[in-house]
């Protein structure tokens, strides 16, 4: 059966869409996959949103309330004229939270029908589609996620059934909601005789896979620390929004490292804490906080994303190496994996050989759309998608909401 997965991740910075052949289990094939940049405009609006979810604990009900008196604080009387008259034009709707939601489904739906048609497809071919939505919050330890989504808009304008909200009963039930790539990456490795197998996700968070055995009793994950984000937010500041991320290393791989950085970065204490924690563990892009430092006009951009990457590189490593299974090799995915200085960094600290996802024939622009394309698989057959060594949840579930077709 043919499922089409959607995905925005926490970079905010577009959307990927995959369309698998699938049995829910071992079975994989991917057929298409599609990735789209949101424009600047729409990017910070989401990011802004992201800001106020955060501030209001995650609350629906506050944020659809508080949204636009919130952004209008944030922003100055010229800037928030310019966001309302941007949304107007594009989406034909007034600013609000409510629209912000059918704007991001319209969007992914446009993104899903251009896929359809690039790969000769009809979405009367589709089983289901697996639709994330766009986190705006997360924070387990609260028993709270919020993933922005409208469904309807997504069930309608393709006809077809849609499984979304994947997060929230396992949050609900004392899980952590995330990584929910294990069990896909699982179905990956034993189509390809892989395993023993590390596989690292880096987003804007980075997360980790270990693919022990063939069982599923042999899948555990969890968060390694920041991915994507320090960088990508130490650029936005320096370029005042113009720069969104390190792209194909431009910046990184001119820098070198700042041992004073580094030492600046491990005394947060959230992430002392973080990393004195076992797994399964989860982590949200607002957790971290560039120290000062980093901003000292002594410090080049270069060397400032060159010690943010080495970071990250250094935290997986630092979690692998704890792993009780060695495993065969690593395999990297994600947007990070795009980035020659981090890929450079990883295969200088992990002892073990390191692929992209590309070399080893994956898709890696695309991986996580087609995660939502195999959950919607899997909720539609109530095999698990959630288990206790992904997400500390404390039983294997099934998570995910059915919107049928009509």
């Not at 390190?246 to 820098?255: F, I, Q, V």
């Not at 607002?286 to 000062?292: C, I, T």
């Not at 995915?333 to 390191?354: A, D, M, Y």
């Amino acid at each position: 059966m043919l499922y089409l997965g959607l995905m925005s991740g926490t970079s905010m910075d577009g959307i990927d869409a995959a369309v698998i052949e699938t049995d829910g289990r071992s079975r994989v094939n991917t057929l298409a996959g599609l990735t789209e940049r949101y424009d600047d405009s729409f990017h910070h609006l989401l990011k802004y949103a992201e800001k106020i979810a955060h501030n209001l604990q995650g609350d629906p009900v506050k944020i659809n309330r508080e949204f636009l008196p919130r952004l209008k604080q944030q922003l100055s009387s010229a800037a928030f004229i310019s966001m309302e008259d941007y949304f107007l034009k594009k989406f034909n709707r007034p600013l609000s939270y409510k629209h912000l939601a059918q704007a991001s489904a319209l969007l992914h739906l446009n993104t899903a029908r251009r896929l359809l048609f690039h790969a000769r497809l009809s979405q009367h071919h589709l089983h289901a589609v697996g639709y994330h939505g766009q986190t705006l919050f997360h924070d387990p330890a609260k028993r709270t996620t919020l993933q922005m989504a409208n469904a309807h808009t997504i069930s309608a304008g393709l006809n077809t059934t849609v499984v979304y909200d994947f997060r929230s009963q396992d949050v609900a039930l004392g899980g952590q909601g995330a990584p929910l790539a294990p069990i896909y990456h699982r179905a990956l490795a034993l189509r390809d005789s892989l395993y023993p197998v590390a596989v690292i996700n880096i987003g804007g968070i980075a997360n980790v896979s270990f693919i022990d055995s063939d069982s599923l009793e042999g899948v555990c994950g969890f968060d390694t620390g920041p991915g994507n984000t320090l960088c990508d937010h130490y650029l936005k500041k320096q370029t005042h929004g113009k720069i969104l991320f390190d792209k194909d290393g431009h910046y990184s791989e001119k820098g070198r490292l700042h041992e004073d950085l580094m030492a600046a970065l491990y005394k947060d204490e959230r992430l002392q804490a973080y990393l004195n924690k076992t797994g399964p563990k989860s982590l949200d892009v607002n957790d971290f906080q560039l120290p000062s430092e980093f901003f000292n006009a002594s410090i080049s951009q270069a060397d400032a994303c060159y010690t943010l990457l080495n970071f990250t590189a250094e935290l997986i490593k630092k979690n692998l190496v704890s792993h009780p299974v060695i495993p065969r090799g690593v395999i990297v995915c994600g947007g990070g994996s795009n980035n020659p200085t981090l890929i450079k960094l990883l295969k200088e600290k992990i002892e073990r050989p390191v692929y992209t996802a590309q070399e080893k024939g994956w898709h890696s622009d695309t991986l996580e759309a087609e995660l939502m394309a195999y959950l919607a698989a899997r909720r539609l057959q109530n095999l698990p998608t959630s288990l206790p060594a992904m997400t500390g949840v404390a039983r294997a579930l099934s998570c995910g909401k059915v919107l049928t077709a009509l």
